[in-house]
Structure formats: C-alpha cells, structure tokens
Nanobody
C-alpha cells in the first residue's frame, strides 16, 4: 500500500515561486515513476509533470515547460515540484500520484494512488 502526502502550497504573487513536496510511504515509491497533476474545480485533472523511477527521464506539459522542475529523492521517499514564474492560470489543487507500471504517466486514469492535494493560488 502507498500513502502520498503533499505539502508546500500557498498563496503567491504572479512571477513568484513555490516548491511542492510529496512524501511517500511504502516500498513502491523507489521503483515507480511518479507524476504531478493539477485540478481546477469543475475541470478534469491535468497532467503537469512526471519522472521515471530513477529520476533520469522527466516529462512536462507544454504549459509548464521551462518554468517547473520535477525531481525526486528516493532515499527520502520524496517527490518535488519546483514552480517558478507562477501565473494566475497555474492556480489549482496540485496532486502527486503513482501510476501503474508500464502505463503512460500523462494519463490520470493510469494512476492507482493519489495524495490529498495542496492548493496553489497565484494572485496579486
């Protein structure tokens, strides 16, 4: 079983930065790809970024490429999302998730485990 707990969200002005963390329990974290998604009320969960089990391969949504960086520390069972130059359209609840092995990390339907989410609000 895997438990995921996000933290680090908050209110930030446009152009600001935040770093999200996702603490994982269970043995699966270190051998699994991981992903970040975000969701606005009334909309589908949107892919943000994903990373391979060893951190070697990273993928990003076009909307966040060059602004967000995904990383992980397997020794500490923690996933990160560094978000720079935040804009109002980045406002959402951000979730970390663990997908089923061998599936696309860009599709939320392929994820078996999710955290509870952390709110990010970008506003002046």
């Amino acid at each position: 079983q895997v438990q995921l707990v996000e933290s680090g969200g908050g209110l930030v002005q446009p152009g600001g930065s935040l770093k999200l963390s996702c603490a994982a329990s269970g043995r699966m974290f270190s051998v699994s790809a991981m992903g970040w998604f975000r969701q606005v009320l009334g909309r589908e969960r949107e892919f943000v970024a994903a990373v391979s089990w060893n951190g070697a391969v990273k993928t990003y949504a076009d909307s966040v490429k060059d602004r967000f960086t995904i990383s992980r520390n397997n020794g500490q069972h923690t996933l990160y999302l560094q978000m720079n130059n935040l804009q109002p359209e980045d406002t959402a609840v951000y979730f970390c998730g663990l997908p089923r092995a061998g599936t696309s990390t860009r599709n939320a339907d392929n994820y078996d485990y999710w955290g509870q989410g952390t709110q990010v609000t970008v506003s002046s």
